[in-house]
């Protein structure tokens, strides 16, 4: 058993690569025209999709409009987050522990 759109490639442009899978340029998953297929590596085809994944990989900047670069970018357990608006968050909580103290030193008097 092997999908219609292997062998159409398989018979017009050749084998498939070892470690590769066929893309549909056409985004149509039942096509299989072998001018609509492209071998890549099954990574490349994930973040050519249409999936949350692809459009997230393909985001260059975060939400507050700071850039995805070498660095301002940080990963972390496999997430990508934005080290400016890490600096924020952290100077933001720094800042509400340090007026709570002085709330509960007022409170102490």
Not at 15 to 35: A, Q, S, T
Not at 38 to 50: C, F, K, S
Not at 57 to 74: S, V
């Amino acid at each position: 058993m092997c999908r219609v759109h292997r062998v159409a490639y398989e018979l017009f442009s050749g084998p498939i690569p070892n470690g590769l899978v066929l893309d549909h340029l056409c985004r149509n998953r039942g096509c299989f025209n072998p001018n609509h297929l492209e071998p890549v590596t099954r990574a490349v085809n994930n973040l050519r999709g249409v999936g949350f994944m692809a459009a997230h990989a393909r985001k260059t900047h975060c939400p507050k409009g700071h850039p995805y670069d070498e660095k301002n970018t940080q990963i972390k357990n496999g997430a990508r987050r934005c080290r400016a608006c890490i600096s924020i968050e952290n100077r933001r909580y720094r800042e509400k522990q340090k007026a709570a103290r002085e709330a509960q030193a007022l409170q102490l008097v």
